[in-house]
């Protein structure tokens, strides 16, 4: 079985400044690992993910993340936020053979940017 | 390609009474779940369908039943809506061998009163 853990369930943060959102994970076989983001009143969309190869994954819009395997963790990371990056993310984790491509996802986290 | 649709936006209840919610997807897609996400708690998963045919409980499974119609349709239907129940609902739908991404729809805010 697998768990996430999102460490922060409320990030604010200042516009332009940069933002780290951690996410560890447990699991006893290999995973795949999501960030996915969900803006006010909408469902979740893809923002970034890693199956294999570079552990350093980037989204379009200046979100990256990266798998460290020796500390079971898949932190997001933003060097300058804007305004519109205030959503919730959720880290998720799939192992890659599984009936039903089953995720299992962290509790979420907040991102507030502030003016 | 609409992806995954759900219908209805928004739903108000009374206790004990019943509701069907309706999820489509026109991916071809093989997988399909219905989550509930509530404050603090993120995604817990209901029930989902692996294929066409099949289904299977999730974590939270009671006082829900679900219909995989067919391959595009999965709908869950709640037989006496509870205020516990108070949610929004996701469906979401997923290409089996495709990285396990799994593509949600917009969801159904339900408040039982």
């Known amino acids: 079985a697998q768990s996430v853990t999102q460490l922060d369930s409320q990030v604010p943060v200042f516009e332009e400044a940069p933002v780290e959102l951690r996410c560890n994970y447990s699991s006893s076989v290999s995973v795949y690992l999501f960030w996915y983001v969900q803006y006010p009143n909408q469902g979740l969309q893809l923002l970034l993910k890693?199956?294999?190869?570079?552990?350093l994954v980037e989204s379009i819009n200046g979100f990256e993340a990266e798998f460290n395997k020796s500390q079971t963790s898949f932190h997001l990371r933003k060097p300058s936020v804007h305004i519109s990056d205030t959503a919730e993310y959720f880290c998720a984790v799939s192992p890659p053979r599984n009936a039903g491509n089953m995720l299992t996802f962290g509790g979420g986290t907040r991102l507030m940017v502030k003016p | 390609n609409a992806g995954v649709t759900q219908t209805p936006k928004f739903q108000v209840l009374k206790t004990g009474q019943s509701m069907t919610l309706q999820c489509a997807q026109d991916m071809n897609h093989n997988s399909m779940y219905w989550y509930r996400q509530d404050p603090g708690m993120g995604l817990r998963l209901i029930y989902y369908s692996a294929s066409e045919g099949t289904t299977d409980k999730g974590e939270v499974p009671n006082g829900y039943n679900v219909s995989r119609l067919n391959k595009r349709e999965f709908s869950l239907r709640l037989e006496s809506a509870a205020p516990s129940q108070t949610s929004v609902y996701f469906c979401a739908s997923s290409l089996f061998g495709a990285s396990n991404e799994q593509f949600f729809g917009p969801g159904t805010r339900l408040t039982v009163l």
């Open positions: 890693y199956l294999s190869g570079s552990t």
